[in-house]
């Protein structure tokens, strides 16, 4: 699976911007992604995760409210809407998880990762 994040750039507080990820080559679709993201000089951490079949989407409580994760056909999403300045973070894809969508190295595959950077 090779995976491609775009999406990113610089927002006000308050803002939105939308991610995105597409999948290639892949023998099927029924994997779980995900959304994680990592502040300069923290870990990688948790954002978002959704099923192959885009049912129960999960969210870090920090992010609640405020994103949204999708997955229609090859390509996911994540909608972030009132950003704040502590959502700065280089964001990453991932797919195909192996147990819990928390930990990083539970998760196969990812992708790049795009800046997102949300001035105050």
């Known amino acids: 699976v090779q995976l491609q994040a775009s999406g990113g750039g610089l927002v006000q507080a308050g803002g939105s911007l939308r991610l995105s990820c597409a999948s290639s080559g892949s023998t099927g679709s029924r994997y779980s992604m995900a959304w994680f993201r990592q502040a300069p000089g923290k870990e990688r951490e948790f954002v978002a995760g959704?099923?192959?079949?885009?049912?129960n989407p999960i969210y870090a409580d920090s992010v609640k409210g405020r994103f949204t994760i999708s997955r229609p056909r090859n390509t996911l999403y994540l909608q972030m809407n009132s950003l704040k300045p502590e959502d700065t973070a280089v964001y990453y894809c991932?797919?195909?998880?192996?147990?819990?969508?928390?930990?990083?190295?539970?998760?196969?595959?990812w992708g790049q990762g795009t800046q997102v950077t949300v001035s105050s």
């Open positions: 991932a797919a195909q998880r192996t147990g819990s969508y928390y930990y990083t190295a539970n998760w196969g595959y």
């Open positions: 959704i099923s192959w079949s885009g049912d």
